[in-house]
């Protein structure tokens, strides 16, 4: 089992940057790939971004690509989102998720999520 914590999400006006945190707790002697998601309400969850178990490849959604950066701390268990020129269009529910393996962009193949943190764009 893993459990997962998000931070560092909160109320910021367009055009700032934001990062994100992803602690891991539970068996984390294994690496896991992890992802990043958003959801507002009525919708589906979307992707946002991931990293391999590895580190050695990331994905993003086209939508948020060349403006947020996944990466990951292994000796502190911590995935992050850095998030840069946000636009009240990324204002959502920022989730961080974990396979052993699947580092893809269907939220259904992810094991463990966190519960999420609130991100809100407004000026």
């Known amino acids: 089992q893993v459990q997962l914590v998000e931070s560092g999400g909160g109320l910021v006006r367009p055009g700032v940057s934001l990062r994100l945190s992803c602690a891991a707790a539970?068996?984390?002697?294994?690496?896991?790939?992890m992802g990043w998601f958003r959801q507002v309400p009525e919708k589906d969850r979307e992707f946002v971004g991931s990293i391999s178990f590895s580190g050695g490849k990331l994905y993003y959604a086209d939508s948020v690509k060349g403006r947020f950066f996944v990466s990951r701390d292994d000796a502190k268990n911590t995935v992050y989102l850095q998030m840069n020129n946000l636009t009240p269009e990324d204002t959502a529910v920022y989730y961080c998720?974990?396979?052993?393996?699947?580092?893809?962009?269907?939220?259904?193949?992810?094991?463990?999520w966190g519960q999420g943190t609130q991100v809100t764009v407004s000026s």
């Open positions: 998720a974990a396979d052993s393996y699947y580092a893809g962009s269907d939220p259904r193949y992810y094991n463990y």
């Open positions: 539970g068996r984390t002697g294994s690496r896991y790939s």
